[in-house]
């Protein structure tokens, strides 16, 4: 399966959404200046993020379904 260049592409879609998670909790956790400023924007490229990597796991299983 990782020999799929569209796994690749999906595996790298939801480790992106992870990080900007992550990245946007941790604003939130600490909060401050970075959150005040930040905070909206990176829940916003989150949900970006998240809908781009469904989209992608969602044409990998269609392109990949088993027809037989």
């Given at each position: 399966?990782?020999?799929?260049?569209?796994?690749?592409?999906?595996?790298?879609?939801?480790?992106?959404?992870?990080?900007?998670?992550?990245?946007?909790?941790?604003?939130?956790?600490?909060?401050?200046?970075?959150?005040?400023?930040?905070?909206?924007?990176?829940?916003?490229?989150?949900?970006?993020?998240?809908?781009?990597?469904?989209?992608?796991?969602?044409?990998?299983?269609y392109l990949?379904?088993?027809?037989?």
């Open positions: 399966m990782f020999e799929d260049p569209l796994f690749i592409v999906v595996l790298l879609a939801v480790l992106a959404v992870m990080v900007v998670l992550m990245i946007g909790l941790g604003g939130f956790a600490g909060g401050g200046a970075f959150n005040k400023k930040n905070g909206n924007k990176m829940m916003r490229y989150r949900i970006i993020a998240q809908a781009i990597a469904v989209l992608l796991i969602v044409g990998f299983v990949r379904k088993d027809t037989g």
